[in-house]
């Protein structure tokens, strides 16, 4: 937490942390998030608050996408044969 806090100091804005603390576990009791808010990249398929653009190029993606899960099917799923 240490090496996070100076960063955080010399790099103002970059960087959030979340420190959770989970009173009722014994070991691991905490939980430390952190979020880049720096060198944000911009989504292809979302806009500001990550609400989805409903596109053609996001249909397109997804009908490519299917269509390649569907040649490969999983390991261990069942034949429909």
Do not use: W
């Not at 970059?14 to 944000?40: D, F, Y």
């Amino acid at each position: 937490m240490r090496y996070i806090r100076e960063f955080q100091r010399r790099h103002p804005a970059e960087l959030e942390t979340v420190s959770l603390l989970e009173s009722h576990k014994l070991m691991q009791n905490s939980i430390t998030i952190l979020r880049r808010t720096a060198g944000v990249r911009e989504r292809r398929y979302a806009g500001h608050g990550g609400q989805i653009r409903y596109t053609q190029e996001l249909h397109d993606a997804a009908r490519r996408q299917a269509a390649q899960e569907s040649a490969c099917p999983a390991i261990g799923t069942p034949n429909s044969s």
